[in-house]
């Protein structure tokens, strides 16, 4: 959207981030070329990896081979932007770190692409046609469904820089399913993806703010497909999903599934309004609350979100595991690493397979230690 001043509103009102229009008369350079992995993130990787592990390890994380990270770290939406390959540097350490280093083990999960055939489960044909021109090199200045991708890296020359963007997407959403299909199989009970670009804000037609593909929507209805009875998914993002839920609502219309099989629970506190829901979902807006932390969340789950849960009674659970909730965050709430924990323990006593996908959080220091607190959460005994 431009605004009246000359700037275009690239987020969608969720930051408060422009560009100018003009920027865009400016040279660009032909050819972007990405930095390296870091060697810290191929040191763990490989000691993950070279690990003799307990026969009753059920726990997971993916993608954990060094061509997938690769493919989401070569990816940028710019250097002035929150959402940073580093993000994955920093989770990776911290969970080697505060965890692997302290005898804590689980499985190693290698990623892999997303097919056109999974894209379009859940995103339109025109989505996947754009997806595709950009993947091929293309300009897509004026494209529709995916304008936020535009946007990234403006000193570059997007011919050079879409491909790395549809590269990480393929990868995000193909390792959220390698885990999807190891729970359905019951070769794990939990998994944490640590996967970047998000995609709870991806809608059907087009890309939302910061996100790609919509991961935990296609890794749904693929669960579906795959033998599941019934897939719950909530939603932990401090903004209120939007794409998720607009994709479940079209999926409802179209008869392609049910409210018996498949429940959004949306818990949020800004971006989103109270607007009605859409389709098989459930929101918690807890904008009307004086402040918004530990206790909130516990209070939300207590009132709404275990009751329909437990009603629901999924085999499958997947958690848009957003940490802008976090205290430090941008967003300027105060939930605690003790509060995302126990939020997880609460989710793991359904009795459910359980799948955390990573969406947002952009704080380095609260979104590590909020992960590491839900991943020790996945690890530890369920208290008796």
Request: net charge negative; aromatic share 10%; glycine share 8%.
């Amino acid at each position: 959207m431009t605004n009246d001043d000359g700037t275009i509103d690239i987020w969608g009102g969720l930051y408060k981030f422009t560009e100018n229009v003009a920027s865009s008369e400016k040279p660009v350079r032909p050819f972007y070329v990405p930095s390296e992995l870091p060697l810290t993130i191929a040191s763990v990787l490989y000691r993950w990896n070279q690990s003799v592990l307990p026969n009753d390890c059920s726990i997971a994380v993916c993608p954990c081979d060094i061509e997938s990270v690769t493919k989401m770290w070569h990816h940028t939406w710019g250097p002035s932007h929150v959402e940073q390959p580093t993000r994955l540097q920093q989770l990776y350490e911290a969970l080697d770190k505060d965890l692997w280093e302290k005898g804590f083990r689980w499985q190693t999960i290698s990623g892999r692409s997303l097919t056109d055939s999974e894209l379009s489960l859940v995103h339109s044909s025109e989505f996947l046609n754009d997806f595709l021109a950009i993947e091929q090199g293309k300009d897509l200045s004026h494209t529709n469904a995916l304008l936020n991708f535009t946007y990234a890296n403006p000193d570059f020359s997007f011919c050079s820089v879409g491909p790395y963007i549809t590269s990480a997407c393929r990868v995000a959403a193909g390792s959220v399913l390698a885990l999807t299909k190891l729970a359905i199989s019951g070769r794990i009970q939990h998994g944490f993806a640590l996967v970047r670009p998000a995609g709870h804000h991806s809608q059907s037609d087009k890309s939302g703010t910061f996100c790609g593909l919509n991961n935990v929507a296609i890794a749904c209805i693929a669960a579906l497909s795959w033998g599941a009875k019934k897939v719950l998914v909530v939603d932990l993002d401090v903004h209120r999903s939007v794409g998720t839920e607009e994709i479940f609502s079209r999926l409802e219309k179209e008869n392609r599934i049910t409210v018996e099989r498949l429940l959004l629970i949306d818990i949020y506190a800004t971006f989103g309004g109270s607007h009605k829901a859409q389709g098989p979902t459930i929101l918690v807006p807890l904008m009307d609350e004086k402040e918004i932390g530990d206790q909130q969340y516990f209070d939300a789950f207590e009132r709404v979100v275990l009751p329909k849960a437990k009603e629901f009674n999924p085999d499958l659970v997947l958690v848009s595991a957003g940490f802008d909730a976090a205290k430090g965050d941008a967003e300027g709430f105060q939930v605690t690493p003790r509060g995302y924990q126990e939020l997880t323990m609460q989710l793991r006593l359904l009795g459910s397979p359980m799948i955390y996908v990573l969406e947002g959080g952009y704080d380095l220091s609260s979104l590590c230690s909020s992960a590491v607190a839900c991943m020790n959460s996945l690890l530890s005994p369920i208290p008796r």
